[in-house]
């Protein structure tokens, strides 16, 4: 599978952006999820979604702020991100698990979009 990520660009705090991955080809019912990779760190899980949207997962810093969704008609899915902050500043990958349930270590993920870069102004 294909992946394509976009929507990432220059918020200010407090602001939102909506992240979008469309994938191609093989597609089938796979789980989704969003990492993001920060200047000098590693990269870090932030968000996943069943195929079914029955279960998500995030991680702890975004809660509240960040929903994850998807459209399976279009192949896509979305990470809405509201209340941004400057830590959010990152470049954000979409990934694809070919297999059951939500993981959150990028170990668990087999197809990768390019990235999209999120930066978040004070």
């Known amino acids: 599978v294909q992946l394509q990520a976009s929507g990432g660009g220059l918020a200010q705090a407090g602001g939102s952006l909506r992240l979008s991955c469309a994938a191609s080809g093989r597609t089938t019912r796979y789980p989704m999820g969003w990492f993001r990779q920060a200047p000098g760190k590693e990269r870090e899980f932030v968000a996943a979604?069943?195929?079914?949207?029955?279960?998500?997962e995030y991680t702890d810093s975004v809660k509240g702020r960040f929903t994850i969704s998807r459209d399976n008609v279009k192949n896509t899915v979305y990470l809405q991100m509201n209340s941004l902050k400057v830590e959010d500043t990152a470049v954000y990958y979409c990934?694809?698990?070919?297999?059951?349930?939500?993981?959150?270590?990028?170990?668990?993920?087999?197809?990768w979009g390019q990235g999209t870069l999120v930066t978040v102004s004070s």
């Open positions: 990934a694809a698990r070919n297999g059951y349930g939500i993981v959150v270590v990028s170990s668990g993920y087999d197809s």
């Open positions: 979604i069943t195929w079914s949207s029955g279960m998500t």
